[in-house]
């Protein structure tokens, strides 16, 4: 395949091959694959170069066709492998959202409202009440707020991480956290441990029935 290169017409200089030095402009004007703009390519660069900029060099590496998306109507790009292999009909997670709750439940819902028994991926409440309450806000502020009192410093052997060095911390209660309901998000029923002491802290508690 031949390139097309167009140099310097005879009568009149081409703006891109004026030089802006000393040195003379030795290179060719081509045009850019994406946009047609007009650009200087140099000498070295000649068979190389096809795009202007790295946003035209995307686009023209982009395959397949621009897809529409069902709820909102824009315009979005996803790889042929992808359209291929899993299908592909929203641009984003608000309108995938929308989506599935058409489909599924046949109304329009948002986000918010698609939580709990109105979600679509329901399976009856597996999640056990220990597991939601170890995820809950309340926990994870109880957590941070106990390291950043101890400085991230295990409060039994000492350690900490260091450059190269990394522990592992737990906040651990003081007293247990399933017999004392009331203390669970308590900071002074918390303290800083690393995973070695606080196995160790465990073991003591479940020989003496506690969890």
Known sequence: MKIKLRKADSEGMNSLLISKGNKPRRGVVKKCNTCGLEMYVRPCHIYRQKYCSRACAFKGKIKGKPLTCVICG??????PSQ???RGSSCCSIPC????LSKV?????KTYQQLRGEESPLWRGGKSS???ILRNRCDYKW???SVFERDDYTCQ??????SVGVAVELHPHHIKSFTHYPELRYDITNGVTVCK?????YTAKQKLRGFK
């Open 74 to 79: 824009n315009e979005y790009y996803r790889p």
């Open 142 to 144: 109880w957590r941070q």
């Open 156 to 161: 039994t052997c000492g350690v900490r991480s």
């Open 104 to 108: 599924m439940t046949g109304k329009k």
């Open 96 to 99: 995938r959202t929308l989506y």
């Open 129 to 131: 009440t220990y597991h």
């Open 83 to 85: 359209v291929r292999l």
């Open 196 to 200: 070695v002491c606080h196995g160790l």
